[in-house]
């Protein structure tokens, strides 16, 4: 058998599933050999509008809050189109996303022709990009605090 590493994102909210034994669905038709019993767990909706309950321990163990994952998750939620940030960083409106690869024409007097001939078509490939609290963007390499931080958060 395969093992498996499963990354969504999903809303929830904590909710708690009521059981009753017997057979009976109703509380209100309980009688005193049946009791009702009530698990705490959450109610998840999907991206694509599908429901359903999920036991506490189970949820807990599979998803963390988008306000504190770590980089690792944060780095899936790029490649799934979010914007991220660290609580921690000081500047304002900073945050990362992922630029798609592309194939760029070489233009004569551009910066990559120093390195490509005029006209020949360069592979540039996909990579995360910073906008900075100036509002300019630059290319962003994670520092090992970075890699290594737990409080990365999806910017909406």
Known sequence: MQQFIGVKIVQAEPAVEKEVHSGVDR????DQNQRQIQR???RVVYPDGYESWSPKAAFEEAYRRTDCMTFGLALEALKRGKKVARKGWNGKNMFLFLT????ITVSAGRPLAAAFSAGSTVDYQPHVDMKTAQGSIVPWLCSQTDMLAEDW????
């Open 27 to 30: 509380p209100d038709m309980l």
């Open 40 to 42: 705490p767990g959450y």
């Open 100 to 103: 798609p690869g592309s194939q």
């Open 153 to 156: 958060t999806i910017v909406e």
